[in-house]
Structures are given as C-alpha cells and as structure tokens.
C-alpha cells in the first residue's frame, strides 16, 4: 500500500528562501508539493485555496503578507510554518530552534503555527539563550553583538544590486546596517533570551554570497563565579551534546583557523558551529552558519521533519 505523502504548499516559492525550501526536497518520497501558476502567484483567492488543501504551508514573505497569508485559513487542520519576522515574538506561535530545550523541540512537533528564527537572531540566540537560561550571565547584562553575513541575506534585490554589472564602489567593502539599532531581529533576540534590555547590535553585510558569524563578547568578571572560557566551553559542549545542527568545537580550535573567521565557513551547511575564545579577562562567543541554512531555509525544513517524526536532517546537509 503507498504511503499518503504530506502536501506542502511553498507561499512566495520565488524568494530566495522559498526557492533553497525547495530545493531541499529533491528527491524526497514523502512530500508532494502543490503549485501556483506564475501568473497567480499575487492571486489572494488561489493563495487562499492551495493554502488550505495543503497540510503544511510555508510563508516565505514580507511581514504584511505573511500576516495576511495567515488570515486566510480556514481549514483547521492546516499548519504554518512562517519565515517571516511576522510572528516570532506572537503567543500561540511555536519558535523553531529545537536545540535549546525540550520544550521547544516538544512545541514544534505538536504546534500547527510554528516561527523560523532569524538568521541574525539564530547565532544570538544559540551563543546567549544557554547562558542566561543557566544563569551563568545575568538577564540585565548590557549584552552586544556583531554580525558579518553575506549579501544574499537581503534577498533578490540586494542579490540583484551586488551581482550587478555595473555596480556602486561602496559594494566591494563590507557594509554596516541598521545603524539606527532598530533592526528587526532585536524583538525576537531579546525575548527568547530572556534579557531584560534590546542588545546593542551591529550587523555588517560583505561582498559575498552566503555565510554567517555572529560573535558575542563578554567580561569574564560579570560572568558566574569561576566561569573560564574552558569552563564555559565545558558548559557549552554539554549543553548542546548530541545534537545534529549544532557543533560545538573543541577548544582552542581557532588556532587551526589562523586565528582568523570567515564569514563564508560553513556556506552551503546546514548546521551551526560555536567558538568559546578569549581569554579569563575578556571572553568571545561565536556562531558561524549559513545565513540561508540553519539561519533561514534550512531551519524550516529541519522544523518540518520535526513536525511529521522523520529523521531531522533529512534532506539537509550536514
């Protein structure tokens, strides 16, 4: 007897995040995918009815028409799962980072409406929420953070202005955004986490297609009482022991990297790797990924098999 395959919708399969979706489910039995003729992809009443013959439907949108997207079910025994900022902060909204409890990965396998994470927010979070969960740094900590990805984390039309032929002086050199500290990321960043305060936040984008670091220093004095960086590697490695997408690496692994972190490491991964660096004085946390992999397509789809109770890296790269 053929098994029932789950029917997947992809809404805005044309973003760069809906088109890596689908990407990762070449070859794949379990799934048929349900289309959209191009001409109707705009069409709020065909939207509205592959979303609701669909079992899971991916938003792969603006905010606004994610929100909308969401207003269309109707059909009770649809799930979302959402890649927009649209509802990561919402109640009643599952946020798909399996890794840092039980309950999370519990919430995701029994959630219809579940919330990807940002990219940005992915290496926050995997190098802050342990720390204050364990208390090991207090939640009214003035905690900041840099963040170097490369372009296509802006989309198609900052792909679009990179791969340009012609293209403006100011793209060859890295570029920092969000100068305002008002970036969208910050919401999620500082609820998750449980910090009291917005962390101060400083996103850099380069002249390169996919890849991310996030680093996170920090006062060793500020931290618990006798916590070293090996103590806090020691902590980390057994915080996220077993686990597939995140890789904690051995101390003092820098070395082998000649002391330097490239922004385009783990392009094409779908898993996360952490540094604990420093020294007892001053110490570095560091998440390095693939903007388009743990921190955005990837990620979705590992919440999926989550979801429907098959191995969690199916169809990912790791």
């Known amino acids: 007897m053929e098994k029932t ?14 088109l890596r979706i689908h ?4 070859g794949r039995d379990d799934i048929a995918l349900i289309s959209i003729e191009p ?14 013959q669909s079992d899971i439907t991916f938003l792969c949108l603006p905010d606004a028409a994610a929100r909308e997207a969401v207003g269309l079910v109707d059909n009770t025994q649809v799930k979302i799962i959402d890649t927009s900022t649209a509802h990561r902060t919402e109640e009643g909204w599952a946020y798909g980072f399996p890794e840092l409890s039980v309950q999370h990965r519990k919430n995701i396998k ?10 940005h927010a992915t290496g926050f979070i995997s190098l802050v929420y342990p720390i204050v969960a364990e208390k090991i740094l207090p939640a009214d900590y003035p905690v900041s953070a840099f963040s170097l990805t490369g372009y296509s984390g802006g989309g198609k039309k900052m792909i679009a202005e990179y791969e340009a032929d012609k293209r403006a002086k100011e793209y060859d050199a890295p570029r920092e955004y969000a100068l305002s500290q008002k970036h969208k990321h910050l919401k999620e960043m500082k609820k998750v986490t449980g910090l009291t305060r917005e962390p101060l936040f400083s996103p850099i ?26 103590k806090l590697h020691e902590f980390f490695a057994d915080f996220y022991k077993d686990q597939k997408f995140i ?16 922004g385009n490491g783990c392009s094409g991964w779908d898993g996360l790797r952490i540094f604990v660096t420093g020294n007892e004085e001053r110490v570095l946390l560091t998440a390095q990924f693939d903007n388009l992999g743990k921190g955005a397509s990837g990620a979705a789809v590992q919440c999926l098999n989550i979801m429907l109770g098959c191995g969690e890296d199916k169809g990912l790269n790791l």
């Open 5 to 18: 395959k789950i029917k997947i919708f992809i809404d805005g399969s044309e973003g760069t995040t809906g």
């Open 23 to 26: 990407e990762r489910f070449s």
């Open 39 to 52: 001409d109707k992809r705009k069409d709020i009443e065909e939207r509205k009815r592959l979303i609701n």
């Open 110 to 119: 029994e959630g219809k409406r579940i919330a990807v994470p940002g990219c």
């Open 205 to 230: 984008v380069a002249d390169y297609y996919s890849g991310m670091v996030v680093s996170v220093p920090l006062y060793g004095d500020y931290l618990k009482e006798e916590t070293t960086p090996k």
């Open 247 to 262: 890789k904690v690496m051995p101390f003092g692994s820098e070395d082998g990297l000649k002391g330097m972190m490239a």
